[in-house]
């Protein structure tokens, strides 16, 4: 496995104006081909500003038959760009002819005119947040320890995330960034082939009893669910806080035995308890009184009925 | 019975007996792998810590009885002493399995296969994605000093699965090792 993070590590460009991202990176102009996208849920870093984007490779589509597990074409990258203020980090994923995902991750400079190829094991206190707390760019292995928890190595680029049905409560939902994709987009497109008919004529979402606890399940699908769930490695924790669109088990049952230790977790960030382990040195307090709420008042109300998702447009 | 049915029972041994010498050479390859990860686990020293320590007649020593079972739940350590500024900034127990330090004060886990309190659900990609990431089970908080992690890691895959089944293969111990406890200015 040495022998092989350094042959991943070889073929990795040192700038990121050298990825494909940018046309002209002086200007920001980002290349012909690379579109953006803006999940429903976003993942919580401290406060960081976000803008994301994708490349398929010319004339390639994503493989969506199954809905929970798309398949991407070889050659594809992700880039995701996080800001303090300036910009202080861009991830990229490419999957590789073999089927691995590389990982990388580019410091920006302080006067912003390029970004370099962040160490093998990270940089930490990359930056200072306007809260006070530093930004640490992860280690490849770090990037690992989130995006091989589970069947789905691309955790915000999912039907899900991209769904057209727009969960209204999010918790720090992001206007969708100018030229955006989402779900019925990107099919419109031929970018995504072989999504089940159903979900073209109902546009996913959670299934959930009320609106706040389609919400908070939700922030716990981007925040927690990348380990978290019911098919990977610590899926023997019972811990199952993934929301599947086929054949999926509500995460409510898992959650209620646990929900004290979560919200535990969610507050602390002290390094040998907090959750999520890395990627944070800050609790997200809007999410915690959020999820803290709905424990308290609709969690432990007993089984019932799903409220139905409401049709919707694709 | 007919010619097919003969043929399918003189067929019977002869698979059998191709089965039992897969299961044998399977045998012989796990026991191959047990020996290995039996020499590196007893030359590396691991037992210093994560084997619990008994008195005997020449002093303190291993208690083989629970071997790489991790510091003893019963063995409640009071709060460790407040280091003086300086170079002298670490205190351990005599038994090796609590270590305080600048990280926190940590206690070398159960490396036993107790389904509970040990290593008994991990997987061998759990265990290897562990120490190669330094992080628990792979995702979760970082391994605390004093485990090198960062020597262990480097070492190939074939050796870490033979660990790993030298680990799988030593009598269970239930044992709840205490978490780790964070310094105090990150509490």
């Known amino acids: ?314 | 019975m007919n010619k097919l049915h003969i043929a399918l029972f003189a067929a019977i041994p002869v698979v059998a007996l191709a089965l039992l010498q897969t299961s044998q050479a399977a045998n012989s390859g796990d026991e191959a792998r047990i020996a290995r990860g039996s020499y590196i686990v007893n030359s590396f020293g691991c037992a210093d810590c994560h084997t619990p320590k008994k008195f005997g007649p020449n002093g303190p020593e291993l208690d083989n009885t629970r071997a790489f079972s991790g510091h003893p739940a019963d063995f409640v350590m009071p709060p460790p002493p407040v280091m003086p500024e300086g170079p002298w900034n670490l205190a351990v127990a005599g038994t090796l399995t609590a270590w305080s330090g600048p990280w926190g004060v940590s206690f070398p886990a159960n490396l036993t296969p107790d389904p509970e309190t040990g290593l008994g659900k991990w997987t061998e990609e759990t265990f290897i994605s562990t120490i190669r990431s330094g992080r628990h089970m792979g995702r979760g908080r970082e391994i605390l000093p004093p485990m090198p992690i960062e020597q262990i890691r480097n070492m190939t895959d074939e050796d870490l699965r033979a660990i790993f089944a030298y680990l799988h293969s030593l009598p269970a111990v239930k044992n709840k090792v205490p978490d780790p406890i964070a310094p105090a200015a990150a509490r």
């Open chain 1, 1 to 314: 496995m040495i022998a092989l993070l350094l042959s991943l590590a070889a073929g990795l460009p040192q700038r990121l104006s050298e990825t494909g991202l940018y046309a002209d990176i002086a200007t920001r102009t980002i290349a012909p081909g690379v579109l953006p996208f803006t999940p429903q849920y976003p993942l919580w870093t401290d406060g960081a500003a976000k803008q994301r984007w994708i490349k398929l490779p010319e004339g390639k589509a994503i493989d969506a038959r199954d809905p929970d597990n798309w398949v991407f074409p070889v050659g594809t990258r992700f880039w995701k760009e996080f800001s303090f203020g300036r910009a202080v980090e861009t991830r990229m994923l490419e999957l590789l002819p073999d089927g691995r995902w590389s990982y990388a991750s580019y410091a920006w400079s302080a006067d912003g005119s390029d970004a370099l190829l962040a160490p093998e094991r990270g940089l930490k206190n990359a930056a200072q947040t306007p809260a006070g707390t530093r930004h640490d760019i992860p280690g490849r292995m770090d990037c690992r320890a989130c995006h091989e928890a589970g069947p789905n190595r691309v955790l915000g680029f999912n039907a899900l995330q991209l769904s057209t049905d727009r969960d209204p409560l999010a918790l720090h939902a992001e206007k969708p960034a100018q030229g955006a994709l989402d779900l019925a987009q990107l099919v419109e497109r031929g970018l995504v082939r072989g999504l089940p008919e159903e979900f073209l004529r109902q546009a996913p979402r959670i299934a959930a009893r009320t609106p706040r606890e389609r919400a908070a399940l939700g922030y716990l699908q981007a925040n927690c669910s990348a380990c978290h769930n019911s098919r990977g490695e610590l899926a023997p924790l019972g811990l199952h806080l993934d929301n599947r669109l086929v054949a999926g088990g509500s995460p409510l049952d898992s959650l209620r035995p646990r929900a004290e230790l979560l919200q535990k977790r969610m507050g602390s960030r002290d390094p040998l308890t907090q959750m999520p382990p890395l990627g944070t040195h800050l609790a997200d307090r809007e999410a915690l009184e959020f999820i803290r709420a709905w424990i308290r008042e609709e969690l432990g109300q007993g089984e019932r009925e799903p409220v139905q998702p409401q049709t919707t447009s694709k």
